[in-house]
């Protein structure tokens, strides 16, 4: 294989272009095999931290800053170098290929000789056809169905420690030694470099307070929703690189409570959001229904071959990341792209493996939780920025779930929910809530602790759809990562009727963009939760750093009232009964869409759940609209005003 690979690079193609192309795929592949035969621990060991820093670099340098402009990764210069078919099957070709890097540090000879007899094959076309396009897709789509097992191997990877890449590759290394950073293959920056040496010298005792925490939450998401936690064991931990001492301590945590927490996922920075942006559609090359079928079919085997693994998969738990510098990404018209009936079968897929993958990661039998801090990039506080995040991770659910509840039964009493925007914010929506049988047992919002989503601060419903109308706006926002200008969305009896932003001049972009970033694969969403935060500390802490822009959802989500589109917080759990600390049982877990689900599963689900917030200081006023049409204040100006809600303006007068 080397040997046919070497011969391909040196012989002759007549088009010089395609020459280089060919020449440069095959000395990828030939420098990642033999990297994958020298990367041992005694090769770790061997390399200084400042050798092992620029083998890292050199493996990314093509996507970093200007060198992206003359990367065949890069689908204007291969476009621009071969046309616009030829070009794009190329570019989402090369970058294909970059997945060779973690085949050789998770040392999956299996998977680079797939692509080396891949790279035998695309060379031979390119070589002998003067117009080789049509035949070089046909071999790619090819290609893409032999690897499918691959997308099957990612299913165990997340939820076994078994196959757990990132857990076989960390969890013996000595975290006082730097250099573990490089065993992932992953990029390395400053972000992951620092954070390991900040955790390095951090306080052992508060960092074992924050993880005992952390466990904890995790257990009472558990407790809250009515599931027994004792059926299940191994809890998969997304991480950032930098926080495996953090990590480490938190597994401890978890084995006190008879839990197997392991290293799942390991999460870098990028070496360039833009190239991600690019090939995000790269699908478009190889998705029809054969191939959806083919997935649909890999899913079941290798959910079926380790079913055992997966029903003792308890859920995850996910460290989110903040501070890194907002995305603004460039729409290129050399990007691939879907079509609708491509977008119809990336949607059926999507529900169909969700929905055959439930019967092992049944919703009723697990959970998950997500914390978030910051990572060094956010600025020369992040010192002072993490510890007042811990403070705000740390915040008590005894403190809050008594005014959450006076919020829940001034809402309890509402036919609608009007919000009002103030300022440069548009907003004008009436939220139709859900008209409960027995008021004195029943309640539609859930009185939302510190467990699933940390840190506190929410009640939320699932509103009913028909009813909700009205514009929801946001001048400037950040969501999935991505900047979005003036966003409008408009609401027609709970489904989005109209969207549009200002991101770009034209108006068909502005539109294209919020459809593929916040609507795909849909050409609507219905509006899944509604929710009011109360995390009034996390917001005046965010304001003090001039950071609300680049908070996660997770915590901007607890700063105001927000909205959901997507499904609800209930998906695949709508028939559990959960119950509120004073005993009432939550009623509002459907809505008319995820109704559907008792038909045709596979259409009652989006897989999308993405949260809108309004940050207080462009609230005008929240009421409550009782069937008498009489009013409710809960908030006015900005502030709660609800009797018993008091403290929660506290923060506000420091």
């Not at 989110?320 to 119809?344: D, H, I, V, Y």
């Not at 709970?494 to 539109?511: A, H, L, R, V």
Request: hydrophobic share 35%; aromatic share 12%; charged share 25%.
């Amino acid at each position: 294989m080397i040997t046919k690979i070497k011969t391909i690079i040196n012989g002759s193609i007549q088009d010089e272009n395609t020459h280089k192309y060919v020449a440069k795929l095959g000395e990828n592949l030939l420098e990642y095999f033999a990297l994958e035969e020298i990367l041992t621990e005694a090769y770790f060991k061997s390399k200084s931290f400042e050798e092992l820093k620029a083998l890292n670099y050199k493996m990314y340098a093509e996507l970093i800053s200007d060198a992206y402009q003359t990367s065949y990764a890069n689908p204007d210069y291969c476009v621009n170098i071969f046309g616009k078919d030829l070009g794009q099957l190329l570019s989402a070709i090369y970058t294909d290929f970059r997945k060779i890097i973690r085949f050789a540090f998770k040392h999956d000879k299996e998977a680079l000789e797939s692509y080396a007899e891949g790279f035998l094959r695309f060379a031979a076309i390119i070589k002998n056809e003067a117009s080789p396009f049509a035949d070089l897709k046909v071999a790619y789509y090819q290609f893409k169905l032999s690897v499918i097992d691959h997308y099957g191997k990612g299913l165990l990877e997340s939820r076994s420690p078994k196959h757990a890449f990132a857990n076989k590759a960390i969890s013996h290394q000595n975290f006082e030694d730097l250099r573990y950073l490089f065993t992932y293959g992953d990029y390395i920056t400053d972000n992951e470099i620092k954070t390991a040496e900040f955790l390095k010298a951090y306080d052992e005792q508060e960092l074992l307070e924050l993880m005992e925490m952390t466990a904890s939450a995790y257990v009472r998401g558990f407790e809250t929703d009515g599931k027994d936690i004792t059926l299940r064991h191994n809890v998969t931990i997304y991480y950032n690189i930098g926080q495996e001492k953090m990590i480490e301590v938190l597994i401890q945590s978890f084995k006190k409570r008879n839990l197997n927490g392991f290293y799942g996922q390991a999460i870098g920075t990028s070496a360039n959001r833009q190239y991600g942006y690019d090939h995000r559609f790269d699908n478009a090359l190889y998705l029809d229904e054969a191939f959806k079928e083919a997935m649909i079919i890999a899913t079941n085997k290798v959910s079926e071959e380790h079913k055992e693994v997966l029903l003792d998969y308890s859920g995850i738990m996910y460290f989110e990341k903040f501070g890194e510098t907002p995305f603004e990404p460039k729409a290129k018209e050399n990007a691939l792209k879907l079509s609708e009936t491509q977008s119809t079968l990336a949607m059926e897929l999507q529900n169909t493996i969700r929905t055959t993958t439930e019967k092992y990661l049944k919703g009723t039998e697990t959970s998950f939780c997500i914390i978030a801090f910051p990572v060094p990039e956010i600025g020369e506080e992040f010192e002072a920025i993490y510890a007042d995040t811990c403070q705000i991770n740390k915040l008590s659910s005894d403190t809050y779930l008594p005014i959450q509840q006076i919020i829940i039964d001034a809402l309890d009493q509402s036919d609608f929910v009007h919000v009002r925007g103030k300022g440069l914010n548009r907003t004008d929506i009436m939220v139709k809530q859900y008209e409960m049988r027995n008021p004195e047992k029943e309640t539609n919002y859930f009185n939302c602790g510190a467990d699933v989503n940390i840190p506190i601060g929410e009640v939320f419903t699932s509103p009913k759809l028909e009813g909700t109308n009205g514009l929801l706006h946001l001048d400037v926002v950040y969501l999935n990562d991505l900047k979005f200008i003036d966003l409008e969305l408009t609401f027609k009896d709970g489904y989005i009727s109209e969207y549009t932003c200002k991101n770009f001049e034209n108006e068909e972009d502005n539109k294209k963009f919020v459809q593929e970033n916040l609507l795909f694969p849909h050409k609507t969403l219905p509006l899944g939760e509604f929710a009011i935060g109360t995390n009034t500390l996390a917001y005046v802490i965010a304001e003090k750093y001039n950071i609300v822009d680049i908070l996660p959802i997770l915590i901007v989500e607890k700063m105001g009232p927000h909205f959901a589109i997507g499904d609800t917080c209930y998906t695949y759990t709508e028939d559990l009964n959960v119950y509120n600390p004073n005993g009432k049982c939550i009623v509002a877990k459907d809505n008319e869409h995820s109704l559907t689900r008792k038909t045709d599963v596979t259409k009652a689900y989006t897989n999308v759940h993405t949260d809108i917030t309004l940050p207080y200081d462009s609230i005008l006023s929240i009421n409550g609209i009782k069937k008498d049409q009489s009013i409710i204040p809960i908030i006015k100006d900005g502030r709660f005003v609800l009797p018993g809600t008091e403290l929660l303006n506290e923060p506000f007068m420091k």
